[in-house]
């Protein structure tokens, strides 16, 4: 082909600079936008990695709440139960000390002998001296009325070791006043025990229905001595159906009335009736139940020695706490 003119060319020329021109602009708008993709991806795998680790913290967070939570949980219900045993302790300390009050003042009022006759209060503690029998005889729960009806006057007897002591303590209130009656373990001449046939009514021999409180004597014997020829009856009405039935032995009821083996019928109202011997048995009911209640008291104290201290739910509530704000404030 024939030579192109040379304008030509320098205009193609210009074309062609002009579209380098144009793609090395096209080049730079696109090596800059790779660039700021690079950056934004960059940034997004930051926030991603940011956003991942503090998910998993917050599933950390959430998993140890629950375990703190049911922690806590555990110790509220230990230290309810601690509360309910430390306000049964208060309250069983509380009774052992009215209990050992009232304990002191009966053992007080009976070391006295004040309700004793004077003879018998003088003599109860001399060498040879066993007892006065009011504070021997210790009748079944129930039957302290009976009992001491059934006694009577022999409720102030003195039981000695021997005559030799009966006739010292004699001696002793010739010179200082007052008077008693011994009975000597080596004088006891008690009756046969009485045999009565099973009626209705009948509680038993009242010699069968008490004990001695000093182990070491002839409890039977001593006890058929004093009250041997008497048995005790429910009510009045048995015992008078007995006595129609041919019984002969002395009969004493629950309300003490008493029907003499010559048939003399006593009965009433009796002032202080029975109180004799229910001082006694009060005094012992409370020494039993200060030793149930130390008993108690020692098993609440060991069991509360097994838990933990009062600031260990504090310290635990304190632990929920910080780990509820920690997650509050980490919310991905």
Same mark, same amino acid.
Request: charged share 25%; proline share 9%.
């Given at each position: 082909p024939p030579p192109r003119p040379l304008e030509d060319l320098r205009t193609q020329l210009r074309h062609l600079k002009a579209e380098e021109a144009r793609l090395l602009a096209a080049k730079k708008r696109h090596e800059e936008a790779f660039r700021r993709y690079l950056t934004e991806t960059a940034r997004y795998e930051e926030r991603l990695k940011a956003y991942q680790e503090a998910l998993a913290e917050r599933t950390r967070l959430e998993e140890e709440l629950a375990q703190r939570l049911e922690e806590l949980r555990d110790l509220e219900g230990k230290m309810a139960e601690r509360k309910r045993l430390e306000t049964r302790l208060a309250e069983l300390r509380a009774q052992a000390q009215g209990a050992l009050r009232e304990a002191e003042r009966l053992r007080r009022l009976l070391e006295a002998g004040s309700d004793l006759h004077e003879g018998p209060r003088k003599v109860r503690k001399l060498p040879g001296v066993l007892g006065v029998v009011a504070d021997l005889v210790q009748p079944e729960a129930g039957l302290e009325l009976a009992l001491? %009806? =059934?006694?009577?006057?022999? @409720? #102030?007897?003195?039981? !000695?070791? &021997?005559?030799? =002591?009966?006739?010292?303590?004699?001696? @002793?209130?010739?010179?200082?006043?007052?008077?008693?009656?011994?009975?000597? @373990? !080596?004088?006891?001449?008690?009756?046969?025990?009485?045999?009565?046939?099973? %009626?209705?009514? @009948?509680?038993?021999?009242?010699f069968r229905l008490a004990r001695l409180r000093q182990s070491g004597l002839p409890e039977e014997k001593i006890l058929l001595a004093l009250l041997g020829d008497t048995l005790i009856f429910a009510d009045l009405d048995a015992a008078l159906a007995y006595r129609r039935a041919s019984?002969?032995?002395? %009969? %004493?009821?629950?309300?003490?009335?008493?029907l003499e083996?010559?048939?003399?019928?006593?009965?009433?109202?009796?002032?202080?009736?029975?109180? !004799?011997?229910?001082?006694?048995?009060?005094?012992? &009911?409370?020494? !039993?139940? #200060?030793?149930?209640? =130390?008993?108690?008291?020692? =098993?609440?104290?060991?069991?509360?020695?097994?838990?933990?201290?009062?600031?260990?739910?504090?310290?635990?509530?304190? #632990?929920?706490?910080?780990? #509820?704000?920690?997650?509050?404030?980490r919310s991905p």
């Open positions: 001491e %009806v =059934a006694l009577g006057p022999r @409720l #102030q007897w003195v039981l !000695t070791q &021997d005559e030799e =002591a009966a006739k010292a303590a004699i001696a @002793l209130l010739k010179r200082e006043g007052g008077r008693a009656t011994f009975l000597p @373990l !080596t004088l006891l001449s008690p009756p046969p025990p009485p045999s009565p046939p099973p %009626v209705p009514g @009948l509680l038993g021999p009242a019984g002969r032995e002395r %009969v %004493v009821t629950l309300e003490g009335e008493v083996r010559l048939g003399a019928l006593s009965g009433g109202r009796l002032k202080g009736g029975g109180e !004799t011997l229910l001082l006694r048995r009060r005094l012992g &009911d409370l020494e !039993t139940e #200060q030793e149930q209640l =130390a008993r108690e008291i020692k =098993a609440l104290e060991e069991a509360l020695a097994s838990f933990l201290p009062h600031r260990r739910l504090e310290e635990a509530r304190a #632990q929920v706490g910080a780990l #509820q704000a920690r997650l509050r404030s």
